[in-house]
Each structure stands twice: as structure tokens, then as C-alpha cells.
């Protein structure tokens, strides 16, 4: 039996698992869950999935989740 992981990996290093898939440039929260748009406000911490990269091992196969931190003057983009 092989187990599925899914880890997001933060800019400065840390990693975390979260349960579910993510996609190319869509955007999170601090948790790694996706953020619906149009943004509520520009004032939040809001991460974009730069990368996917896959490991595999005997039993796991690891899909990292490589994020970078949206900028403020990107995030008024998609605001209401």
C-alpha cells in the first residue's frame, strides 16, 4: 500500500502537511487552504504555489507544495 502526502513547503524552509491537492499559482492562507476571489481585503498574508515537485519512497509518495509570498501592491489585484 502506498500512502499520499500532501506538504506545503513555506519560502523560509518549513513544511507542513495539509489533506488535500493544490494547484499551480492558486492562492492560499497561512493553513494551505485555497482563498476564494475576489479577496476580502489587501491586508493578509497570502501565499501562491510557485511548484510541484514529487518524491517517492517505498511506501509514501510525497507531493510537495513549493509556495512564495504574495506581495501587497500584487494582492490589490484581487480585491473587490
Known sequence: ??????????PEG???????????NEMV???GNPLPLPLPTARMI???VQKISTANTRNE???N???E???ADE???FVR
Open 1 to 10: 500500500m502506498i500512502y499520499k502526502l500532501n506538504v506545503i513547503v513555506y
Open 14 to 24: 518549513d513544511t507542513r502537511e495539509i489533506d488535500h491537492a493544490l494547484h499551480i
Open 29 to 31: 492562507d497561512l493553513n
Open 46 to 48: 497570502v501565499y501562491r
Open 61 to 63: 509518495e510525497i507531493r
Open 65 to 67: 507544495y513549493h509556495l
Open 69 to 71: 509570498q504574495v506581495r
Open 75 to 77: 494582492l490589490e489585484e
